[in-house]
């Protein structure tokens, strides 16, 4: 069968241009004989139109695509564009955003088939079988469906044990995604034990049968690596895991031994990771720095402990601030995910997260190069916060929700830094994209927009 896996993300210019590897897992563990295409539109960022005229080209029998949060409105527009056009093709969707709204999709909009619920490996193979022999999808276990004005939801699918039993994900876009962003990634495990207010992460595995947080052995991972190494020349990694460190002695020895599996293999490579700030340990992230730790990007979302709890981060900023310090005294660069805004900001939180920001840019290496701030909390189905304010939320599932901050003062505040971020973020953009082309320029290669 032929199968078409799409990414339908815009070009954004506030994130780095990395492979989707949900999408690259599912071409990496789908059977041989089917012919599978990638297309990340995060990096080649192709009009609706484009793409229509791509997915025409290909006449795939089923088109999967991923899709969260910021690019649903884009995702569903293509979708019905695409009947409209006369693709007559199976559509399923899977990630997190389809996972929690799988009900509402197939309910809103009729030109959706199916949904591919949780962790996709095996229920997408399974679905494709079946729809190649022209079987029912009743009984796949984590599919939802539509049969005839019914919608069908078939029972969970049980989380996969065993990592090491995947085969690696597809590097179709490998070459081209080093060279635009000087790094490649890898997921090390799947799952965190965390539970903050605004994160999906632990809902999304908990929906389904099994351990929330499962690894790969260090072996395997780093069997990956030095495969990457090796045939690519790679020697830039980006672990993108929901959670480096695991929970407890097992977590941590898995971070060791995947430190100590490069270190013997005498690989010359550099990697960073994103992890809790009560995770780092000075012994472990020495380790973890002689086998190539280059960056390390924590969550601390908030230099106000009233905010560090409704966002149930199990942090203070005590302990946020000895976690940088630690890694100030190994010499680790990183960087700091923050939150300034919420449904129950004050403004004198406000003004403390200022006085916050300006203790790091004084006392530690935190600048406007590694400080990444999300000027406010969004709210997904799916998060804890969602179930607790869902009532007061305006807009919808597609368009995304809204809520009102009550201090007047707050939401001034947040208007002027939200016009700021918009301003500054394409300006940036515009210089990074002329040094990307002189680059690729350089190096005598030009991306191809698909292949």
């Known amino acids: 069968m032929k199968i078409f896996l799409l990414d339908v993300s815009p070009d954004d210019h506030k994130k780095p241009r990395f492979e989707i590897l949900g999408i690259a897992y599912l071409k990496g563990n789908a059977d041989r004989k089917h012919d599978v295409h990638i297309c990340y539109n995060a990096i080649l960022n192709f009009s609706i139109k484009e793409l229509i005229n791509i997915i025409a080209y290909f006449n795939p029998d089923i088109l999967g695509l991923s899709l969260i949060e910021i690019?649903?409105?884009?995702?569903?527009?293509?979708?019905?564009?695409?009947?409209?056009?006369?693709?007559r093709g199976h559509i399923t969707l899977g990630h997190h955003f389809p996972t929690f709204n799988h009900k509402e999709l197939l309910t809103d909009f009729k030109e959706i088939d199916s949904i591919v619920r949780g962790e996709g490996e095996k229920t997408f193979n399974e679905l494709v079988e079946r729809i190649e022999q022209s079987e029912?999808?009743?009984?796949?276990?984590?599919?939802?469906?539509?049969?005839?004005?019914e919608i069908v939801v078939n029972p969970p699918r049980p989380l996969i044990e065993d990592l090491d039993s995947l085969n690696w994900p597809?590097?179709?876009?490998?070459?081209?995604?080093?060279?635009?962003s000087g790094s490649i990634t890898l997921i090390t495990s799947r799952g965190c034990y965390g539970r903050c207010s605004f994160c999906s992460i632990s809902s999304f595995y908990g929906l389904s049968p099994g351990k929330k947080w499962r690894c790969r052995s260090p072996e395997n991972v780093v069997d990956e690596?030095?495969?990457?190494?090796?045939?690519?020349?790679?020697?830039?990694?980006?672990?993108?895991?929901?959670q480096f460190i695991g929970p407890g002695e097992n977590g941590k020895s898995h971070s060791v031994?995947?430190?100590?599996?490069?270190?013997?293999?005498?690989?010359?490579?550099?990697?960073?990771?994103?992890?809790?700030?009560?995770d780092i340990e000075k012994n472990l992230f020495k380790l973890l720095k002689r086998a190539g730790l280059a960056t390390v990007f924590i969550g601390v979302e908030s230099g106000f402990n009233e905010g560090l709890k409704r966002f149930n981060k199990g942090t203070t900023v005590e302990k946020n601030i000895e976690a940088m310090k630690t890694l100030d005294q190994l010499d680790i660069p990183y960087k700091i995910g923050f939150i300034f805004f919420d449904n129950e900001t004050s403004f004198n939180e406000v003004k403390e997260n200022i006085k916050f920001l300006n203790f790091l840019r004084t006392n530690h290496h935190v600048r406007n190069g590694n400080l990444s701030i999300e000027p406010t909390?969004?709210?997904?189905?799916?998060?804890?916060?969602?179930?607790?304010i869902k009532d007061r939320l305006k807009g919808n599932y597609v368009s995304g929700f809204k809520y009102r901050i009550p201090d007047w003062r707050a939401k001034l505040s947040k208007l002027l830094l939200e016009f700021l971020i918009k301003g500054i973020y394409p300006f940036v953009d515009r210089i990074n994209r002329k040094k990307r082309y002189k680059r690729l320029r350089k190096e005598g290669i030009l991306i191809n927009r698909f292949n």
């Open 71 to 87: 690019n649903a409105p884009r995702g569903i527009k293509l979708i019905k564009r695409l009947r409209k056009e006369g693709y």
């Open 136 to 149: 029912s999808l009743e009984g796949v276990k984590g599919v939802s469906f539509r049969r005839g004005d």
């Open 170 to 180: 597809a590097r179709d876009y490998s070459k081209q995604v080093y060279l635009e």
């Open 225 to 242: 690596i030095e495969y990457l190494n090796k045939k690519f020349n790679f020697t830039r990694f980006t672990f993108i895991d929901d």
């Open 257 to 278: 031994g995947i430190a100590e599996n490069i270190l013997k293999r005498n690989l010359k490579v550099g990697f960073a990771i994103a992890c809790r700030a009560n």
């Open 377 to 388: 909390m969004e709210v997904y189905k799916g998060t804890p916060i969602f179930e607790k």
